[in-house]
């Protein structure tokens, strides 16, 4: 689903750094940054209201009419976020500034729907691209793509060229890329996945790198701007 619009009510942040954003959290605040068509604006909103807006109907491709400290909306998309590894919420956030009028790129999800007749037949379903890249104006942007893999038999494949797409919405990535395949089943035992802590390390030092990049950014602009 495309076309939807969610307000979100914002706050200016006045003190950056890696520090303060720790008790923004602790306070249940998410430190983010609107990147504008002029400067980046430090910001801070609810958790809750973050999560409740990211999710509607449109996921995570609504569009947020972002009102900060009571003024002037801005029509924004998400950029990128960051979650806890642990408890799952949301500690920094980036807002894009976008208009209405202007075309967009964004990485839409393909979801396969139906049940494939390789499947059925022993074979093995792989879902081997689960997102595309696309260009459209922000309000129509869907939530994510289907593609129907009823008709697929074992050796068969989908191709990129072959998933449908809603009117005004344009594919950029290769054509020829495959999207699904049914394959006879492997003998092979799968490989072991990664230590939980050693992902949970990668993600926190991630976010941590992102509020500094975002503060870096910002303090930049400014002494630019002061200049």
């Given at each position: 689903m495309a076309g939807s619009r969610v307000k979100l009510t914002v706050s200016e942040r006045t003190t950056l750094g890696s520090s303060e954003s720790r008790r923004l959290r602790r306070q249940g605040l998410v430190p983010g940054v609107l990147y504008g068509r002029e400067a980046p604006v430090p910001i801070l909103v609810g958790e809750r209201d973050l999560r409740a807006a990211l999710t509607t109907t449109a996921g995570s491709h609504a569009v947020l009419d972002v009102e900060i400290d009571g003024g002037k909306q801005h029509s924004a998309i998400l950029k990128e976020f960051q979650r806890d590894p642990v408890r799952g919420q949301i500690t920094h956030v980036d807002l894009q500034e976008v208009r209405l009028d202007q075309a967009i790129h964004s990485s839409v999800a393909v979801t396969l729907v139906g049940d494939?007749?390789?499947?059925?037949?022993?074979?093995?379903?792989?879902?081997?691209?689960?997102?595309?890249?696309?260009e459209g104006l922000p309000l129509e942007i869907p939530q994510h793509l289907e593609l129907d893999v009823s008709g697929l038999r074992i050796g068969e494949s989908l191709r990129l060229a072959e998933l449908p797409v809603p009117e005004g919405i344009t594919l950029l990535d290769d054509p020829d890329e495959v999207i699904a395949t049914v394959t006879q089943p492997s003998r092979e035992e799968p490989e072991a996945p990664a230590e939980g802590e050693e992902a949970a390390e990668a993600v926190a030092e991630g976010e941590e790198a992102a509020t500094a990049v975002a503060d870096a950014e910002i303090a930049e602009s400014q002494e630019s701007e002061e200049g």
């Open positions: 494939a007749a390789g499947v059925k037949e022993g074979g093995v379903l792989s879902h081997v691209l689960t997102e595309v890249n696309v």
